[in-house]
């Protein structure tokens, strides 16, 4: 079933940085509902990437890197903004290489994932990078990033860790943990 989706009445940008807008929909249902729902907006700028590097068909590199919303350290795939103009999968290498040192010489598009479908209107693109060769580039990190080879076999030990939390980055590792399972 697809219902129909609500009529926006009305939008207002409630608040706005350099990063997010907030804006509010005034919206009714199909069945003559109406609601005020507030969202973090597109910014319709930028698309996103999250990259899983695989090193061989076990280990996945990992970056340790602030994370400014928990205000700690967390263990991640690497990730970044892909620029108007510029393809997904050149600006997945592109983030590969700034992020852990390494290049791809083959991407792969997987799917995109939503983080909080609800009340953010953001997806990332999730690329599986294979064939890994040394290749660096200077990125917008404000410190090193610390690259961490991590065992597929051992996800289960890296979730208890405490080390590594965002969903994005959980469900990509199962998704290929169980693509190479079936290969």
Avoid at 27 to 34: D, E, I, K, V
Avoid at 95 to 108: H, I, P
Avoid at 156 to 168: F, V
Wanted: glycine share 8%; proline share 6%.
């Amino acid at each position: 079933m697809n219902p129909q989706l609500p009529t926006i009445l009305g939008r207002e940008i409630v608040s706005q940085s350099a990063y997010v807008i907030v804006e509010a929909l005034d919206l009714q249902f199909s069945n003559g509902a109406r609601r005020r729902f507030e969202r973090i907006a597109p910014n319709g700028t930028n698309a996103a990437v999250l990259v899983v590097p695989m090193l061989d068909p076990d280990t996945v590199l990992l970056v340790r890197e602030y994370a400014c919303g928990m205000h700690r350290y967390e263990l991640g795939l690497p990730k970044g903004q892909v620029p108007q103009g510029e393809d997904l999968l050149a600006g997945a290498n592109r983030e590969l290489m700034e992020e852990t040192g390494y290049g791809a010489r083959k991407l792969e598009r997987l799917t995109a994932m939503t983080i909080a479908p609800a009340y953010i209107a953001h997806a990332s693109e999730i690329v599986l990078a294979e064939e890994l060769y040394p290749e660096s580039r200077e990125g917008d990190e404000p410190e090193a990033l610390e690259v961490v080879p991590w065992s597929l076999r051992r996800l289960d030990e890296l979730l208890g860790s405490g080390e590594c939390s965002e969903a994005r980055t959980i469900a990509a590792l199962y998704m290929v943990k169980d693509r190479y399972r079936r290969l």
